[in-house]
């Protein structure tokens, strides 16, 4: 999820031209000790989100004389991959690679830095103040590839995320207390005229994949962690009862009576959109499944209208299993470092520091990875509050997959969406992907 629609981060790839900027530094992995206060940086931002950046950026090059030099490159891990197989030139910082098998790939290689190295003794305090689920594998393990963790080593740091898998309501329609279960959820009666759910999968090329943030937050709360990165890994059947399972949940709440429009409505409504009749006079809805990016949206189509005030949020509701309460699902960004120049060090260090992540904050529209940041916006102060109670912040499943898989996972979703009878032979044609993708990634 690259500016909002970028899946609202470095997420949502490959729209966009690609600009390219060749490194003022040797090659990746080297240390450069001439001094140099010039840093190269791609990053995939633009708009709202590069302009934020740059206002992060002013006090640190105003401070040091260091300057940055920004590219915008929305398929960065395409380019550093290629540069590396090539022996060219790398930018000094970029976000590090979403293949945990090219992470791995990349370290071993040495060509990714270690944060303990960038930060150096700033480092200590990168950990303890960031949300302990950015930075800690699960259960102490020693690699953790989504969060760049590997062999106990931290090769990303991370600055900013996302809450997924909340649930909008109106403020003047629902005055109820926030439901702690699914079911409760799917019992709550609508206001008169409405729908339970509106739901918006369309997306131009990548229509589906609001679907699946749906499907990510049932399936790591109904069946666990480990089954969930099992399946992104491709070590979980599509057709095992856990996937099925989720999808089954899926459809309930997509089911034509419970969803503004219709089901097949929701297959041509832009995301962007889908919240548009929630806040409405009727409403069409109560309730719109989205992360805290969406907000921007609500202001678009309802300029008057303030957070907390008009519209809130209850985070997901548990799907039956306590123990995996605490899995919250999200999204960051990150910055790798592949040239350790001093320049390149001193800007890791000022970009782990509250100074620097509350200037995000303040711009709002995210969340910084510190934990002690302030927020104007009672939104993100409030979901701010769910990321740091988060046992493990889970990152979106089909962003981490093979690029056929990930995109046959959408289409499925679409096509359960419309024809939920074709859920067998949807999840046994995901089989097969599975099994040509990942062995061929």
Not at 370 to 388: G, H, Q, W
Not at 395 to 403: E, R
Request: aromatic share 10%; hydrophobic share 40%; charged share 20%.
């Amino acid at each position: 999820m690259a500016d909002v629609l970028a899946r609202l981060s470095s997420r949502l790839i490959a729209i966009g031209g690609i600009l390219l900027l060749v490194a003022c530094s040797t090659g990746g992995g080297t240390t450069t000790t001439s001094g140099s206060k010039d840093v190269t940086q791609w990053v995939a931002w633009g708009g709202a989100e590069l302009a934020a950046y740059r206002a992060v950026l002013k006090p640190f090059e105003a401070s040091t004389g260091i300057k940055v030099h920004l590219t915008t490159n929305r398929e960065s891990n395409t380019a550093i991959a290629n540069g590396i197989e090539a022996g060219t030139e790398l930018p000094d910082l970029a976000p590090g690679p979403s293949d945990p098998i090219q992470l791995r790939s990349w370290v071993s290689k040495g060509k990714l830095q270690t944060m303990e190295t960038a930060l150096g003794d700033k480092f200590s305090a990168y950990i303890s103040n960031t949300y302990p689920a950015l930075v800690n594998a699960p259960g102490g393990a020693a690699d953790d590839p989504y969060i760049g963790i590997i062999g106990g080593k931290h090769y990303m740091l991370i600055i900013k995320t996302q809450v997924k898998g909340l649930f909008w309501y109106n403020k003047k329609v629902f005055t109820g207390t926030p439901p702690k279960t699914f079911d409760e959820l799917m019992a709550i009666q609508p206001a008169s005229g409405a729908k339970l759910f509106c739901a918006a999968f369309e997306s131009g090329g990548d229509s589906g994949w609001p679907a699946s943030d749906m499907i990510d937050n049932i399936i790591m709360r109904q069946s666990g962690d480990k089954v969930y990165t099992d399946w992104i890994e491709g070590k979980q059947k599509w057709t095992s009862p856990e996937i099925k399972l989720g999808y089954q949940t899926f459809l309930k709440e997509v089911a034509a009576d419970k969803v503004y429009g219709g089901n097949t409505n929701a297959l041509t409504t832009p995301f962007q959109r889908g919240g548009k009749p929630l806040l409405a006079t009727p409403p069409g809805c109560m309730f719109y499944e989205q992360a805290t990016f969406v907000t921007a949206f609500f202001k678009e189509d309802y300029p008057s209208l303030q957070a907390g005030t008009d519209f809130d949020f209850f985070g997901h509701p548990s799907m039956g299993n306590s123990q995996y309460d605490g899995n919250v699902n999200g999204f960051y960004d990150n910055i790798a470092m592949y040239n350790n120049t001093d320049a390149g060090r001193q800007l890791m260090q000022y970009l782990s520091t509250a100074e620097a992540q509350q200037i995000w904050a303040d711009a709002g529209g995210t969340l910084g990875a510190i934990k002690t940041l302030t927020y104007k916006d009672p939104v993100f102060k409030r979901s701010a509050e769910v990321a740091l109670t988060a046992k493990n912040l889970l990152i979106t499943a089909g962003d981490y997959m093979p690029s056929d898989m990930k995109h046959a996972f959408w289409k499925s979703l679409l096509n359960v969406t419309k024809n939920p009878s074709s859920l067998n032979s949807e999840l046994a044609r995901l089989d097969q992907i599975q099994a040509a993708s990942y062995k061929s990634s």
